[in-house]
């Protein structure tokens, strides 16, 4: 009767540690999963992270915003001409130069808005290009290595009563869980920056509009900190996930393992936050509002 007794608490405790394996097995997975991806599609270009969307803006911009854009900058262009004449008392010291320095410039405002599109794809270009070079250095590291840790984590649960080992598994299944929901929001947050930036795309020729003149050039100004603000934040997302990675590899498990449990869902919690701060952090950087 004994042996049998022993026999059951044996099984039952080799299921438990199955338990506890496969749910952190899958956690770290799903993880390494969400943080290969931000390092990855950070640096994509918009046409490679979805080429019909892509088009869809393009479209969108050529046919909706264009005109629009036309009609703004024509009531510009004709602000600054009459300012001009009123500057230059009444057009009694108008000279030559005046009126090609006002036709250069009705040159360059066109071309922005002929070009606006490919300006501004440009502008995220440049944060694809500065997202790749960290990535060269950071994303070889963004993979949590768990099978030191798993290793770490199987030689103390061997020393666990039949409870403990009950409220290990538990414990292991509620941090799984909250990591996967947190790893959705990473990836809503992911996703979230690249919508804004086909958003910003979409509507580029009104605020470049406005660029040549002095009173109305701080929406245009404004919108080009944006859209600089939003290309540098691929770089900051793939660095929180850089630190991410390394804090997880650096962790010490100690011989609490509930506690070390708890920590790898406040590291993964805390890569949520920072990511979702990354777009403020950005915005500040180059002034945008």
Known sequence: MEKLLETIIEYIRDFLMGVCIDNLTSMFDYVNERAGEIASNA????????????D???????NVMVPIAGLILTYVLVY??????????????????????YFFKMVIAV???????????????????????????????????????????????QDMELSELF???????IVSFFTKIL?????????????????????????????????WGTIGTNYIRG???????GFFMTLCVGIYAVLIRNMTISSDLHMSLFSILAYTLVLAISLYHTGSLSKSLFNAH
């Open 43 to 54: 640096g994509q270009t918009l046409g490679s992270f979805n080429s019909g969307i892509l």
């Open 56 to 62: 869809l803006v393009r479209n969108l911009s050529n």
């Open 80 to 101: 600054e001409l009459i300012s001009m004449v009123v500057e230059k008392n009444h057009g009694n010291e108008f000279s030559t130069g005046d009126f090609f320095k």
């Open 111 to 157: 071309e922005l808005v002929s070009h606006t599109l490919d300006i501004t794809l440009a502008f995220f270009d440049v944060g694809q290009y500065i997202v790749n070079k960290a990535s060269s250095v950071i994303s070889s590291n963004t993979a949590i290595d768990a099978s030191s840790t798993m290793n770490m984590l199987v030689n103390g649960m």
């Open 167 to 173: 409220l290990l598994a538990l414990e292991t299944l």
């Open 183 to 215: 790893s959705v929001i990473i990836t809503t947050i992911m996703y979230g920056r690249m919508i804004e930036i086909y958003l910003y795309v979409s509507v580029s020729p009104v605020p470049f509009s406005t660029l040549t003149n002095r009173e």
């Open 227 to 233: 859209a600089l603000a939003l290309a540098f934040q």
